[in-house]
């Protein structure tokens, strides 16, 4: 019998970014001026990633938010690898934008270069998110924003149901058998995006959990140093069997160049039948991929005990600079965001699990969300590993190490054993850095 462990959503830096430089569209100091404008308006910057940048909802409602408060708004936009970097630089030398989009965790960023938030929504976070948003004193430094993304295996209802797959599929094996079939009828099975980092993960960042914490003493050991990864079988076989989907030739030949556009793209016309993803898609109206598309747990483990549906954090937050002289504005902006009108649009643009509860009035979440949350149960449905808790304390909160950049690694050829040995040197070394126990 599995043990429960209860859980809490995903840390804030769960899609991690890699902290490589620096560049932007605004990258200079920041101009005191910069809230001033033409004419009487008030302007406010706002510092994104350009992953957000390319999303249509977020900026439809931020353009509304800005116009129900007469404002202009203007972008400062940084690659996604390098938004963590420059985020800490800005911050910590005082020329950071008047409000950061971000889903950065609060423990890899200057908490006190932060200001307070308060709005009616503070009081509305829910149990699982609000540790995710606040200090050590319990002061609200993130505004939690869009859904808690379901994590799941988005696929084509046509291209399963031409190639004569059943649902539900309930281990890798049963997997196989239906890229198999899928293969035979023309189509490619899964659809892999590795160029870039963050994609690739989901395959585990949805199916390890069980496998650290079905014995809750290896993940406190794993967390003292006492365990690496690799000394877990169940964890080299994860990493071993979405290894075999790209050896035995399930993935699209251009996985390693592929985007996540791409990849979506390719799912809603049928060119594959799988894809990791989140329970929303940027560049399709709801009505067009719930049309299409379902979602179902990853189908990665072996022994059916280890089967898990994971549910993460809000894909991202607002934060305003403490130090921030339009701090006032951009405040009363963040406020505006997560208010009725505004919000309920965004979700309805992309629904999913809202990291808020009781808010009085209703958000959309989707009927891939619905269906990904039918296989959940009492005892599989898990947040990440960073925060699931033992003994009322999430043990591996910190021990990342850029699981995105392993995951990567590992479909561009490196071995399982490498894979779990850079994760726990990189993680090892962080923990290091803040005196972790056994470090």
Request: net charge negative; with cysteine.
């Amino acid at each position: 019998m599995k043990k429960r462990v209860l859980s809490l959503v995903l840390t804030g830096c769960m899609v991690a970014l890699a902290a490589t430089g620096c560049g932007s569209s605004n990258s200079g100091a920041k101009d005191e001026t910069a809230s001033k404008t033409a004419g009487d308006s008030k302007k406010l910057t706002i510092m994104m990633s350009n992953s957000d940048s390319g999303n249509n909802a977020v900026e439809t409602v931020m353009k509304m938010a800005a116009d129900k408060m007469g404002i202009e708004i203007d972008y400062d936009v940084y690659p996604d690898d390098q938004m963590m970097s420059v985020l800490n630089t800005k911050l910590a030398t005082g020329n950071a934008s008047d409000v950061i989009l971000h889903n950065i965790g609060i423990a890899t960023l200057p908490a006190d270069k932060l200001a307070v938030l308060d709005g009616d929504w503070k009081d509305h976070i829910s149990e699982q998110s609000y540790p995710m948003t606040v200090d050590s004193n319990d002061n609200v430094l993130k505004a939690p924003f869009s859904s808690a993304s379901a994590f799941g295996l988005l696929y084509n209802k046509e291209v399963l149901k031409n190639a004569g797959v059943e649902l539900p599929i309930n281990n890798f094996a049963e997997f196989k058998a239906a890229c198999d079939k899928i293969q035979a009828n023309g189509v490619t099975p899964v659809y892999m995006s590795n160029k870039e980092n963050w994609t690739a993960q989901i395959w585990l960042l949805a199916t390890i959990q069980p496998t650290l914490f079905e014995d809750p003493q290896f993940a406190i050991d794993m967390s003292q140093n006492k365990a690496k990864p690799s000394d877990n079988e169940k964890v080299v076989k994860l990493l071993s069997n979405l290894e075999e989907l790209r050896n035995d030739g399930y993935l699209n030949e251009d996985y390693m160049s592929a985007t996540n556009t791409m990849a979506e793209k390719a799912l809603m016309e049928g060119q594959t039948a799988f894809y990791a993803d989140f329970s929303k898609l940027n560049d399709y109206s709801r009505d067009e991929y719930e049309q299409k598309l379902g979602m179902m747990w990853i189908p990665l483990w072996d022994d059916e005990s280890d089967q898990v549906v994971t549910v993460g954090q809000a894909g991202n937050f607002f934060s305003v600079p403490a130090d921030n002289p339009n701090a006032d504005l951009a405040k009363e902006f963040v406020n505006t965001l997560l208010s009725k009108d505004v919000l309920q649009k965004y979700y309805e643009l992309l629904p999913g699990i809202s990291p808020y509860k009781d808010l009085g009035f209703d958000l959309e979440q989707g009927s891939l969300g619905d269906e990904l949350l039918s296989y959940a149960t009492d005892n599989n449905l898990y947040s990440d590993y960073q925060s699931t808790l033992v003994d009322g304390k999430a043990v591996l909160n910190g021990f990342y190490g850029n699981f995105s950049d392993r995951i990567q690694g590992l479909i561009a050829g490196k071995s399982v054993q490498d894979t779990l040995d850079d994760w726990y040197n990189a993680y090892a070394e962080e923990a290091k850095a803040r005196n972790a126990e056994g470090f």
